[in-house]
Nanobody
């Protein structure tokens, strides 16, 4: 019933920028937390950022603070992740997901998109 679709991934040079989008159907973002996660080759999935629609809270993993910004367009039912000053080590598949609690732990999330690849090149 719930569908999340990521888009905006691609190949970008180190130091460049990219904006990912997460569009939802089947529910409204207004009552939920939307999180961004990433999984790099050979590594565990990691929480990157979230936005809690119930209270407006945003949060980020320490490694991306000051470079990534999460935002939303409620009319479009879309959440964005603006990624600036990209480094080689952020290369990963990026997923968005929906949760009923404010958390960057993946077990808190009920619905997931299929991911979009972000590749940073030198």
């Amino acid at each position: 019933e719930v569908q999340l679709v990521e888009s905006g991934g691609g190949l970008v040079q180190a130091g460049g920028s990219l904006r990912l989008s997460c569009s939802a159907s089947g529910f409204s973002f207004d009552d939920w937390t939307i999180g961004w996660f990433r999984q790099a080759p050979g590594k565990e999935r990691e929480g990157v950022s979230l936005i809690n629609y119930s209270d407006g809270t945003t949060d980020y993993v320490d490694s991306v603070k000051g470079r990534f910004t999460i935002s939303s367009d409620n009319a479009k039912n879309t959440v964005y992740l603006q990624m600036n000053s990209l480094k080689l080590e952020v290369t990963a598949v990026y997923f968005c997901a929906a949760a009923g609690v404010e958390s960057l732990y993946e077990d808190a999330y009920d619905s997931w998109g299929q991911g979009t690849q972000v590749t940073v090149s030198s």
